[in-house]
C-alpha cells in the first residue's frame, strides 16, 4: 500500500515538468484545421479532476477557455481525427507525458448550435473508447502515433450541428479518489450525410463518471492482468453486440416476406461469398499474415471489446 502510493506519489511529480494535453485540432474529410479551429480550447492545458464539476464537459474553470466561431463539416461515417498536444504550440513529439495512462473516448451531444450551445448537461452519447487491450492503453497509442486520436463518427446519427467532446483520461495517480486526471475539450461540428435511423439514450455530463467508478479510482500499478473498466456508459445501439442474429432481428422493422427473404438472401450470402473468395484470391499474396479468420465474421470474434469501434445497426 505504502509501496503504491510512494509510486503514484513519484509519477504525479515526474508528470508536473511535460506532464498535461491539450485536443488542440481536428482532422476531417482530408484537412486538418488550424490550431483552435472549431474547439473551445484552453489557455492552461490542466485537467479536470472533479467529476461532478461543470468543466467536466468542455473543459473550464480552473482553466480558461476560448469560444470558437468556426464549425466544421464532418460526413456521416467518416473517421475524424483529434489532434492531441503538451501546449497549444507543442509539436507531434510532445503530446502528454507517457506516464499518462488511461483510456481514450470520445461522445457526442447534439446541439441547435455548435458555437453557442452550452456543454454541461444532458444530452451527451459516447462513440469511441479505447482502454486497455494486449496492456497497451489508450492514451499510450496516442502518444506513439503523434497525438492522433481516431474517431468514427457514427452513419446512422440525424444530420446538424454536434459538439464532439473528445478525451483522455491519466490514471497514474488515481489509485486515490479524485485522482484521476481528465482532459477534453470540445470541437463544434455539423454532420452531414447522416442516415438519422438511430437516437442514441444519452446521459449527463457531469454526471456519467462518479469519482468512485473503478475506471477512475484503480490503482494501475497494482492492477495485475485484471481488465480494465472504461467508465461512462455506452449506448447499445451503437455497440457490436448487435451482431448477434437475434438482435439484428428484433430490431428489424421492416422484415421482408418470408417467402422472398430466404432464396434472395441465400442468393446474396452466395454471391458475397464468390467476391469475397476472388477479392481474397487477389489480395492475400500481398498482405502479411495475420490471425486466422472464421467463415463470414472473419475476424470479428477478435475484436476487443476495450476498443470498440461504435458501428450503428438498430433503429430504435
Ligand atoms: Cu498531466
Same mark, same amino acid.
Given at each position: 500500500?505504502r509501496?503504491n502510493?510512494?509510486?503514484s506519489?513519484?509519477?504525479?511529480v515526474a508528470s508536473?515538468a511535460s506532464a498535461?494535453t491539450i485536443?488542440?485540432?481536428? @482532422?476531417?474529410?482530408? *484537412?486538418?484545421?488550424?490550431v483552435?479551429?472549431?474547439?473551445? +480550447?484552453p489557455?492552461?492545458?490542466?485537467? $479536470?479532476?472533479d =467529476?461532478?464539476?461543470?468543466s467536466?464537459?468542455?473543459?473550464?474553470p480552473?482553466?480558461?477557455t +476560448?469560444?470558437s466561431?468556426k464549425i466544421i463539416? =464532418?460526413?456521416? &461515417?467518416?473517421t475524424v +481525427?483529434?489532434?492531441?498536444?503538451?501546449t497549444?504550440?507543442?509539436?507531434a513529439d510532445?503530446v502528454?507525458d507517457?506516464?499518462?495512462?488511461?483510456p481514450t %473516448?470520445?461522445? %457526442?451531444?447534439? =446541439?441547435?448550435?455548435a458555437?453557442?450551445a452550452?456543454g454541461?448537461?444532458n444530452?451527451? #452519447?459516447?462513440i469511441?473508447q479505447d482502454?486497455?487491450?494486449g496492456?497497451v492503453w489508450?492514451?499510450s497509442k496516442?502518444? @506513439?502515433?503523434?497525438?492522433?486520436h481516431s474517431i468514427?463518427?457514427?452513419d446512422?446519427l440525424?444530420?446538424?450541428q454536434?459538439?464532439?467532446?473528445? @478525451?483522455?483520461?491519466?490514471?497514474h495517480a488515481?489509485?486515490?479518489? &479524485?485522482?484521476?486526471q481528465?482532459y477534453m475539450?470540445?470541437?463544434q461540428?455539423n454532420?452531414?450525410g &447522416?442516415k438519422?435511423t438511430?437516437?442514441p439514450q444519452?446521459?449527463s455530463i457531469?454526471g456519467?463518471?462518479?469519482a468512485?467508478?473503478?475506471?477512475l479510482?484503480?490503482?494501475i500499478y497494482?492492477?495485475?492482468s485484471?481488465s480494465? =473498466? $472504461?467508465p461512462?456508459k +455506452?449506448p447499445?445501439?451503437?455497440t457490436l /453486440?448487435?451482431l448477434?442474429?437475434k438482435?439484428?432481428?428484433?430490431h428489424? @422493422?421492416?422484415?421482408?416476406?418470408?417467402?422472398?427473404?430466404?432464396p434472395?438472401?441465400?442468393?446474396?450470402?452466395c454471391v458475397?461469398l464468390l467476391a469475397?473468395?476472388?477479392?481474397?484470391?487477389? *489480395?492475400?499474396s500481398?498482405?502479411p499474415?495475420?490471425? /486466422?479468420?472464421l467463415p463470414?465474421?472473419?475476424n470479428?470474434?477478435?475484436v476487443?471489446?476495450?476498443q470498440?469501434?461504435m458501428i450503428? #445497426?438498430?433503429?430504435p
Amino acid at each position: 500500500m505504502r509501496t503504491n502510493a510512494i509510486l503514484s506519489l513519484a509519477a504525479s511529480v515526474a508528470s508536473l515538468a511535460s506532464a498535461h494535453t491539450i485536443f488542440v485540432q481536428l @482532422e476531417s474529410g482530408g *484537412t486538418t484545421y488550424p490550431v483552435s479551429h472549431g474547439i473551445r +480550447t484552453p489557455s492552461y492545458d490542466g485537467p $479536470i479532476q472533479d =467529476v461532478s464539476s461543470d468543466s467536466l464537459a468542455c473543459n473550464g474553470p480552473p482553466n480558461p477557455t +476560448t469560444p470558437s466561431d468556426k464549425i466544421i463539416d =464532418v460526413q456521416a &461515417g467518416s473517421t475524424v +481525427t483529434a489532434v492531441w498536444r503538451h501546449t497549444l504550440t507543442s509539436g507531434a513529439d510532445d503530446v502528454m507525458d507517457a506516464s499518462h495512462k488511461g483510456p481514450t %473516448l470520445a461522445y %457526442l451531444k447534439k =446541439v441547435d448550435s455548435a458555437t453557442s450551445a452550452a456543454g454541461p448537461g444532458n444530452g451527451w #452519447f459516447k462513440i469511441q473508447q479505447d482502454g486497455l487491450s494486449g496492456g497497451v492503453w489508450g492514451t499510450s497509442k496516442v502518444i @506513439e502515433n503523434g497525438g492522433l486520436h481516431s474517431i468514427k463518427i457514427p452513419d446512422c446519427l440525424a444530420d446538424g450541428q454536434y459538439l464532439l467532446r473528445a @478525451e483522455m483520461i491519466a490514471l497514474h495517480a488515481a489509485g486515490s479518489s &479524485g485522482g484521476a486526471q481528465l482532459y477534453m475539450e470540445c470541437a463544434q461540428i455539423n454532420i452531414k450525410g &447522416g442516415k438519422a435511423t438511430a437516437s442514441p439514450q444519452t446521459y449527463s455530463i457531469p454526471g456519467i463518471y462518479k469519482a468512485n467508478d473503478p475506471g477512475l479510482l484503480i490503482n494501475i500499478y497494482s492492477m495485475g492482468s485484471s481488465s480494465y =473498466v $472504461i467508465p461512462g456508459k +455506452t449506448p447499445d445501439f451503437l455497440t457490436l /453486440k448487435h451482431l448477434s442474429r437475434k438482435n439484428i432481428h428484433s430490431h428489424d @422493422e421492416n422484415p421482408m416476406p418470408s417467402l422472398i427473404s430466404l432464396p434472395l438472401a441465400l442468393a446474396v450470402v452466395c454471391v458475397l461469398l464468390l467476391a469475397k473468395y476472388l477479392w481474397t484470391r487477389s *489480395t492475400q499474396s500481398r498482405l502479411p499474415p495475420g490471425p /486466422k479468420p472464421l467463415p463470414l465474421i472473419d475476424n470479428l470474434h477478435q475484436v476487443s471489446k476495450s476498443q470498440l469501434m461504435m458501428i450503428c #445497426f438498430a433503429s430504435p
